[in-house]
């Protein structure tokens, strides 16, 4: 019978927005507490910490998830992506959805934004479409200043300018 | 809050995941942990070693065939809600898995970690019961299978025994012609159900010919609703039978107060939700 060897330090290797990063670790260490604390990525904002509010919110291998509930040892070979990515490479410009928050005031104070981006960003765009369907899928991100009307708006103008009608009127 | 130390291991296999989970009184097997972190992040649980079975070979399989679906314990929630057949098959998964959590916790969590953690409030339990789910277990001693019907105890209490883990669940089809129907009381979409029911319907002539009823979020175990079942043979929405108000109000009388609802409130809401569901189901039957 082979024994299964436990360890309170583990070995991870992630590539996060495209660079690998390889650290020893706790095997206690959050995602979240990993991307912020270990690898310096302090754009992925950490909140409750019991996958309520949503700011934490990651990409790993396309799906949104929550860091907090993670453990950085679960990442271990995955891809992950943040908000550092967004935004095109080398540019001062901003991704269609960031852009479309920052016309509608989809944000005050900021702490979710980055939260709700990653959640949008990884569904198909055609899921931005209907007012609905947003609702649904912000759903699991909470925001405290906007109302989250200005965020819907955001979303929809975000799904016109993705289409390349420029979105909404905006006078 | 962060977890406390612990030890990790990550076994390939589903007897080193079993010899693993007896190395320590404290341990505990990780599957989607979308239950678990929370619990451990607030210093709620107290665990030693952790048995990460996301990699274990072949437990992420969900296998559809005409008798029914079959979920391994590392397959994820939104994986069996995009999962077309198993949605033809079985379709209560598919209306129970809307109401489980959302988007970024259904990519993490799964179909059996929900089963073994058995929150009172949890669609799939109820889900469980109202199939005649069987739940697949191993541990030292080899492998077990366990009616749904027995696997839930109480609230976060199973079956299960020291060092077993559930290594999958078997959905079987429900009737032909039957409509499941998920549906539920809750403060925000995602939250768990203040009330909820599962009904797997069978009608015919615009009538009700049988159900089976689960409810949920009421305290306990997913709770079997049989005098409701009786009393809504033969119920139609222009001859509604008696007593299936008071019928619902017996069989839950356990239901218990907290701070979102009291057991009384949770006794009528289902009650609410027996006579919605059968007109919903009614309506369904004559549509398809």
New interface residues.
């Given amino acids: 019978?082979?024994?299964?060897?436990?360890?309170?330090e583990?070995d991870v290797e992630v590539r996060i927005n495209g660079r690998r990063h390889r650290h020893r670790v706790?095997?206690?260490l959050?995602l979240s507490?990993y991307i912020r604390d270990v690898v310096g990525l302090t754009g992925t904002h950490v909140g409750c910490?019991?996958?309520y509010c949503?700011a934490c919110?990651v990409m790993v291998n396309q799906?949104?998830?929550?860091s907090?509930?993670?453990?950085a040892?679960?990442a271990d070979g995955a891809q992950v992506r943040t908000v550092e990515d967004l935004a095109p490479a080398g540019s001062e410009s901003l991704s269609p959805m960031q852009q479309a928050f920052h016309d509608n005031h989809a944000l005050q104070c900021g702490f979710c934004t980055a939260g709700f981006l990653m959640?949008l960003e990884?569904?198909d765009p055609d899921q931005w479409r209907e007012p609905e369907r947003i609702v649904?899928?912000l759903?699991?991100n909470l925001c405290r200043c906007t109302g989250y009307q200005n965020i819907v708006n955001a979303v929809a103008e975000a799904w016109g300018a993705y289409h390349g009608d420029g979105g909404s009127d905006d006078g | 809050m962060k977890p406390a130390p612990f030890e990790y291991c990550r076994p390939s296999t589903v007897a080193e995941a079993v010899e693993a989970l007896g190395s320590s009184e404290s341990s505990r097997i990780l599957a989607g942990g979308q239950s678990l972190i929370p619990a451990m992040n607030f210093r709620l649980t107290d665990v030693s070693v952790i048995v990460d079975i996301r990699r274990v070979d072949g437990l992420d399989s969900v296998g559809c065939d005409a008798g029914g679906v079959t979920v391994g314990a590392a397959a994820t929630q939104t994986r069996v809600l995009n999962d077309d057949a198993a949605a033809a098959t079985v379709p209560g998964l598919r209306a129970a898995l809307r109401h489980v959590g959302h988007l970024q916790i259904r990519n993490r969590g799964t179909v059996c970690g929900s089963l073994a953690h058995a929150d009172p409030a949890a669609e799939l339990p109820a889900l469980a019961v109202a199939t005649g789910a069987v739940v697949g277990v191993a541990g030292p001693d080899g492998e077990r299978r366990i009616d749904a019907g027995d696997f839930f105890l109480g609230p976060f209490w199973t079956a299960l025994e020291d060092n077993e883990l559930v290594t999958e669940v078997r959905f079987p089809a429900p009737p032909d012609g039957s409509v499941t129907i998920v549906d539920e009381i809750c403060r925000r979409a995602g939250d768990f159900a203040v009330a909820g029911l599962v009904a797997v319907v069978e009608a015919d002539a615009g009538a009700v010919r049988s159900a089976r009823l689960v409810g949920f979020g009421l305290g306990g175990a997913p709770t079997r609703l049989p005098t409701a079942e009786d009393a809504l043979s033969g119920w139609a929405p222009d001859h509604p039978s008696s007593g299936l108000t008071e019928a619902v109000m017996a069989d839950a009388a356990g239901a218990f107060d907290d701070i979102h609802a009291t057991g009384w409130y949770r006794r009528e809401a289902v009650a609410a939700l027996v006579v919605r569901a059968a007109r919903s189901a009614l309506a369904g039957s004559e549509a398809a």
């Fill in positions: 019978m082979t024994t299964i060897e436990t360890a309170a583990v706790p095997s206690r959050l507490d910490e019991h996958g949503g919110t799906d949104a998830v929550r907090c509930l993670m453990l040892v679960q959640t990884s569904v649904e899928l759903s699991g």
